[in-house]
């Protein structure tokens, strides 16, 4: 049984080490064609600095660092690049295989009871249909879902980038539409309950849920670092808020302050947001060190995976609830942007760690 075992993780570590050499390249392409507008280019001089100082770490290619600098406007060497980061630094510091069987939103409320979750209707675990951990039939689930004006289905795993987040209201919250979207979903699904947002996301742009995304990372002593906090939001009347599904994210400071402009992920910057002409410089988000402590208990949960993204949202009652934990895919494409390198001033004591462990 333990070589079965043995054989069965050493596979799944070459499909995802497969799996993240295809995202490199797939998002290297990406990059490229954003990296038309050449709004600022490198010079030399900043090229020379950049593959000195990942030099030790391995060759890379400074057009991720042309990225962050031509759409935010602030040059750094410590930009940690798509090169290494999915390949090397990630897969360092979580457990991927794991990630497989963890990250799974149908168990979020056992795994991270100290955080307030959505209200679920229904959700189907290899095949059964349970509401409130009773076995119930599928038609038990679509009256409750009717009842609802609007719901949530979501896919329990592999939902990053809002797909596999269906959002069904009006016609589609009926017999027939729920029916049809169950017989083309396979796996695990969760069906949540319409979320009610605080007054102040529900004032930057009331047609989507507005999500903070909260970084973290355990550090060699066991002590959780907040990385990078950030609001994202959605636009054009989206229901979803992440970029990848054309929304727009601001970074912020500690104390819920958002920075002067929101960007999107082609570059596209907002000083206002174009749907509630809010300016992101007159907001501050309320109870952000009630987020931090609460996010530095929920990490020690799952120690396996040391860096994790965090999806929050404060409900009407200004208490946070907990979207998603992105154990497996903790990008950090959004937060650079919006913040400036992930790891800040401890990129090199956290790169020393990956590579003095891999060498």
């Known amino acids: 049984m333990n070589i079965l075992h043995s054989l069965y993780v050493a596979n799944l570590r070459v499909v995802i080490w497969a799996k993240n050499i295809r995202r490199k390249r797939k998002d290297k392409a990406d990059i490229l064609k954003l990296l038309k507008k050449n709004k600022k280019k490198l010079t030399v001089e900043q090229k020379k600095e950049i593959k000195k100082f990942y030099k030790p770490y391995g060759k890379i290619d400074p057009i991720y660092h042309q990225y962050y600098y031509e759409n935010n406007g602030v040059f750094d060497i410590k930009y940690l690049p798509d090169d290494i980061y999915y390949t090397e630094i990630q897969a360092y510091f979580n457990n991927i295989p794991a990630a497989h069987i963890v990250d799974h939103k149908g168990y979020y409320e056992s795994l991270f009871p100290d955080i307030r979750h959505p209200k679920l209707i229904a959700k189907r675990l290899n095949g059964y249909w349970l509401i409130k951990n009773q076995c119930v039939d599928v038609d038990e689930v679509v009256r409750q879902m009717c009842f609802e004006k609007i719901v949530f289905v979501k896919k329990a795993t592999n939902s990053c980038g809002g797909a596999g987040v269906f959002v069904l209201e009006g016609e589609s919250l009926s017999y027939k539409g729920i029916k049809e979207l169950f017989t083309s979903l396979d796996g695990d699904i969760v069906i949540q309950k319409c979320l009610k947002q605080c007054a102040e996301l529900r004032n930057i742009n009331e047609f989507s849920i507005n999500t903070m ?76 060190k009630d987020i931090d402590e609460v996010i530095k208990i929920c990490a020690l949960r799952v120690p396996h995976f040391r860096i994790v993204a965090w999806d929050i949202i404060l409900e009407e009652d200004y208490i946070p609830t907990l979207i998603e934990a992105n154990l497996y895919d903790a990008g950090m494409d959004v937060p650079q942007l919006t913040n400036g390198p992930l790891f800040g001033d401890r990129t090199k004591i956290l790169l020393e760690e990956v590579y003095s462990h891999k060498g």
Do not use: W
């Open 213 to 288: 995304r909260f970084m973290s990372i355990i550090d060699r002593t066991g002590e959780v670092i907040i990385l990078s906090r950030s609001l994202r939001m959605g636009t054009n009347n989206s229901r979803v808020d992440n970029a990848h599904s054309g929304g727009i994210s601001c970074g912020m400071d500690e104390s819920g302050q958002l920075k002067d402009f929101a960007l999107s992920l082609k570059g596209d910057k907002y000083y206002k947001h174009p749907n509630s002409g809010i300016a992101f410089r007159d907001v501050v988000l309320p109870r952000i």
